[in-house]
């Protein structure tokens, strides 16, 4: 019997022996299924103690940790709306959040929290919620504009959490490495729906370190990780066939994967990533198959149940979703929410692609990252493609800045060492002349968010006058 609540659902995979273990830490004992269980009902008593309502908001901005997910759990449990804030926001931002969203209470230490609820007697009760009752917030981290928050539903992550327990063929054998953060949807609702739904136990890192999650590996089945994981991996020597003979399953998500690093990943381990495609206001959208062709490149085919189309009547356009766990709109933002869908119900993604006839999905950049050059359009992953095949190119970002004859003209931001006029005259030889970029700038290190993202937006303001 489902109370329509997801903590339920998630609960109905907890192992039948609640002794087994939920997360093991290295250096710490581990937490089992049932520790999590009663520590999750008593931090349920102790928000409703605090007067938290069924509805209200629970922000929470801490480091990632167990207690971290404990609130989490209680959260969905008492009926409330998690609103997870990532731990490098300066008060500034957080008071943005916050006024916005204007939650019954804000979280900064959850161990405190947590240890506070332990006096407290367990709360067997679980709201009754249906599917179109909020669950979470999630803010997108836009870096230009006004963060918007995306409202997901208790149906909409339930939806999710089923469509890829299944897609990737979990079971009460494996064993999730965790080491992604838990204010973004890909290590909180991707990761850890998939590991309560099989009540698998995982190995939890507080952060990506890589001894520890080689360490880990050995020790696990499946990981969960951003392109940058697996560049780190790569780079790192004790990343062996033999450290991952127990893995079954690396999974790349939040960010593009290189071509070059999903080869590099399968001559060194033997595995194929897979690579899925998601985002704040959809969670898991497409992914690659558990059986059946892997392709480099691609991030697959729609789940079960989601419309996947290309808007525009081009082959290639930007992607418009519909399905059960599409987000219900922005919080607060009604003119925006429709704005970003179609009239026939499609959320507009933003994202460009294109897909083969076979329903594999293509993805070739962010809309607002379209350059036009002199009244051409320049799609800059078709450059970044070629770029990162070059020698001496780690990876590369390509951008359009203001140009006085061209409006605006393109340049390459390229992490790694060259010479600047020599690889623009080897592009040449492979793109037409308003593609090729104008100017190529050598970085040490290409500026990322925490899921890996290059910031494009920090380099168009970096070089903006590059042609002034
Ligand atoms: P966020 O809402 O922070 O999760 O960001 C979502 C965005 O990440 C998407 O709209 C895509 O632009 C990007 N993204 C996620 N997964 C992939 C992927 N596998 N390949 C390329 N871009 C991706």
């Given at each position: 019997?489902?109370?329509?609540?997801?903590?339920s659902?998630?609960?109905?995979?907890?192992?039948?022996?609640?002794?087994?273990?939920?997360?093991?830490?290295?250096?710490?004992?581990?937490?089992?299924?049932?520790?999590?269980?009663?520590?999750?009902?008593?931090?349920?008593?102790?928000?409703?103690?605090?007067?938290?309502?069924p509805?209200?908001?629970?922000?929470?901005?801490?480091?990632?940790?167990?207690?971290?997910?404990?609130?989490?759990?209680?959260?969905?449990?008492?009926?409330?709306?998690?609103?997870?804030?990532?731990?490098?926001?300066t008060?500034?931002?957080?008071?943005?959040?916050?006024?916005?969203?204007?939650?019954?209470?804000?979280?900064?230490?959850?161990?405190?929290?947590?240890?506070?609820?332990?006096?407290?007697?367990?709360?067997?009760?679980?709201?009754?919620?249906?599917?179109?009752?909020?669950?979470?917030?999630?803010?997108?981290?836009?870096?230009?504009?006004?963060?918007?928050?995306?409202?997901?539903?208790?149906?909409?992550?339930?939806?999710?959490?089923?469509?890829?327990?299944?897609?990737?063929?979990?079971?009460?054998?494996?064993?999730?490495?965790?080491?992604?953060?838990?204010?973004?949807?890909?290590g909180?609702?991707?990761?850890?729906?998939?590991?309560?739904?099989?009540?698998?136990?995982m190995?939890?890192?507080?952060?990506?370190?890589?001894?520890?999650?080689l360490?880990?590996?050995?020790?696990?089945?499946?990981?969960?990780?951003?392109?940058?994981?697996?560049?780190?991996?790569?780079?790192?020597?004790?990343?062996?066939?033999?450290?991952?003979?127990?893995?079954?399953?690396?999974?790349?998500?939040?960010?593009?994967?290189?071509?070059?690093?999903?080869?590099?990943?399968e001559?060194?381990?033997?595995?194929?990533?897979?690579?899925?495609?998601?985002?704040?206001?959809?969670?898991?959208?497409?992914?690659?198959?558990?059986?059946?062709?892997?392709?480099?490149g691609?991030?697959?085919?729609?789940?079960?149940?989601?419309?996947?189309?290309?808007?525009?009547?081009?082959?290639?356009?930007v992607?418009?979703?519909?399905?059960?766990?599409?987000?219900?709109?922005?919080?607060?933002?009604?003119?925006?929410?429709?704005?970003?869908?179609?009239?026939?119900?499609?959320?507009?993604?933003?994202?460009?692609?294109?897909?083969?006839?076979?329903?594999?999905?293509?993805?070739?950049?962010?809309?607002?990252?379209?350059?036009?050059?002199g009244?051409?359009?320049?799609?800059?992953?078709?450059?970044?493609?070629?770029?990162?095949?070059?020698?001496?190119?780690?990876?590369?970002?390509?951008?359009?800045?203001?140009?006085?004859?061209?409006?605006?003209?393109?340049?390459?931001?390229?992490?790694?060492?060259?010479?600047?006029?020599?690889?623009?005259?080897?592009?040449?030889?492979?793109?037409?002349?308003?593609?090729?970029?104008?100017?190529?700038?050598?970085?040490?290190?290409?500026?990322?968010?925490?899921?890996?993202?290059?910031?494009?937006?920090?380099?168009?303001?970096?070089?903006?006058?590059?042609?002034?």
């Amino acid at each position: 019997a489902m109370s329509g609540n997801l903590f339920s659902l998630l609960a109905s995979g907890f192992p039948a022996d609640r002794n087994r273990p939920a997360f093991r830490q290295p250096g710490a004992a581990d937490v089992s299924y049932g520790d999590l269980e009663t520590l999750a009902a008593r931090t349920a008593a102790a928000l409703r103690a605090a007067r938290v309502q069924p509805g209200d908001r629970v922000a929470l901005q801490v480091e990632k940790s167990i207690e971290a997910v404990v609130i989490y759990l209680a959260t969905l449990r008492i009926g409330a709306v998690f609103l997870p804030l990532n731990a490098a926001y300066t008060p500034s931002e957080v008071q943005y959040f916050l006024d916005d969203a204007k939650p019954a209470i804000f979280i900064q230490d959850a161990q405190g929290f947590v240890a506070g609820a332990r006096d407290l007697a367990p709360d067997p009760r679980i709201e009754p919620r249906t599917p179109g009752d909020l669950a979470a917030i999630i803010y997108t981290s836009g870096t230009t504009g006004r963060s918007k928050g995306a409202m997901l539903t208790h149906g909409a992550l339930a939806a999710n959490a089923l469509a890829l327990h299944e897609a990737w063929g979990f079971s009460p054998d494996d064993v999730l490495l965790h080491a992604l953060p838990i204010f973004h949807v890909h290590g909180l609702f991707v990761a850890l729906h998939c590991a309560f739904l099989s009540g698998c136990p995982m190995v939890w890192l507080n952060r990506f370190d890589e001894t520890a999650v080689l360490e880990g590996l050995s020790r696990s089945t499946v990981m969960m990780g951003v392109p940058t994981f697996y560049s780190r991996l790569l780079a790192n020597p004790g990343l062996t066939r033999e450290t991952v003979s127990h893995m079954r399953l690396f999974i790349s998500g939040s960010a593009p994967l290189l071509e070059s690093a999903f080869d590099a990943f399968e001559t060194r381990t033997g595995h194929r990533i897979l690579e899925r495609y998601g985002m704040s206001e959809a969670v898991i959208i497409t992914t690659n198959p558990l059986d059946g062709e892997r392709i480099a490149g691609s991030v697959g085919f729609a789940l079960p149940g989601v419309d996947v189309r290309i808007g525009g009547g081009e082959a290639t356009g930007v992607i418009e979703i519909r399905g059960p766990s599409v987000f219900t709109g922005y919080w607060r933002m009604p003119e925006r929410t429709r704005e970003e869908f179609t009239a026939d119900g499609y959320f507009i993604t933003g994202d460009v692609g294109r897909m083969d006839p076979d329903g594999r999905l293509w993805i070739s950049g962010r809309a607002k990252d379209l350059i036009i050059s002199g009244g051409y359009n320049v799609y800059p992953k078709e450059i970044e493609l070629i770029l990162d095949e070059q020698p001496g190119v780690r990876e590369s970002a390509v951008i359009g800045v203001p140009h006085p004859d061209f409006g605006e003209g393109v340049v390459a931001v390229v992490e790694g060492q060259g010479e600047e006029t020599e690889l623009i005259a080897r592009l040449r030889g492979q793109l037409a002349g308003y593609k090729t970029p104008k100017r190529i700038v050598f970085v040490d290190a290409l500026p990322r968010n925490a899921m890996g993202k290059i910031q494009k937006a920090l380099l168009r303001q970096a070089y903006g006058d590059l042609f002034a």
